[in-house]
Each structure stands twice: as C-alpha cells, then as structure tokens.
C-alpha cells in the first residue's frame, strides 16, 4: 500500500524492520546534532514540594479546620483546588497564600 504526496512516501513495514530502521537514524546521530536536538527542548519546570499535590483531609489536618470549612472556601474561591478524575486535589503553596489573604480579610 503506496501512497505519493509531495515527496512523502507511506508503505507498510514489518514493526521488527521498522525499528531496525530508527536504530540505525540514531546511531548514525551525531554527539552534535544530539546536542541540537536536546537544546530545542524547552526546560520542564522544577516541581518542588510547594507544588505537590496534596488531598482534602491533608488540608483539614494542615489549617485545622473542618470538611465543611474547607468545602464553603473552595466553593467562594478562597481556595484553588484541581479535580483529577472525582479527586479534589490543593497545592499546600496555593493553600498557604489562600490562607494569609483569608487572614488579612478578617482583620
């Protein structure tokens, strides 16, 4: 099964040939254009502790305060909070500067 379109040619290849294929592009690969290549990456952020994520009863334990405390601050937006799947998860940064702007507001 060919198929031509400006200059690009697909045809089915055994996977066995295939990767054959990619292991010879890559040990053909010069250190340099490995070099390239790796410097076109963007940089991934580093994820420090601030940024873990961290469940609904490790925010109750760290506040000190209720299920419903915290459900009633997460629905008036005081505390972001992220769902993965039914989940809720907080960022313990996120939720120690939430935590000094409810503060100020009480004073």
């Known amino acids: 099964?060919?198929?031509?379109?400006?200059?690009?040619?697909?045809?089915?290849?055994?996977?066995s040939e295939f990767k054959e294929i990619i292991r010879e592009v890559i040990r053909e690969t010069t250190p340099e254009t490995l070099s390239e290549i790796i410097g076109?990456?963007?940089?991934?952020?580093?994820?420090?502790?601030?940024?873990?994520?961290?469940?609904i009863e490790d925010v109750i334990k760290l506040l000190g305060i209720s299920k419903v405390t915290?459900?009633?601050?997460?629905?008036?937006?005081?505390?972001?909070?992220?769902?993965?799947?039914?989940?809720?998860?907080?960022?313990?940064?996120?939720?120690?500067e939430s935590l000094k702007k409810i503060d100020l507001c009480k004073k």
């Open 70 to 96: 915290l459900h009633h601050w997460r629905k008036q937006g005081k505390l972001t909070y992220y769902k993965i799947g039914k989940i809720v998860y907080f960022k313990e940064r996120e939720v120690m």
């Open 1 to 15: 099964m060919e198929s031509t379109s400006a200059n690009i040619i697909l045809t089915s290849i055994p996977r």
């Open 40 to 55: 076109k990456i963007p940089p991934q952020p580093v994820q420090t502790k601030e940024d873990d994520l961290i469940r």
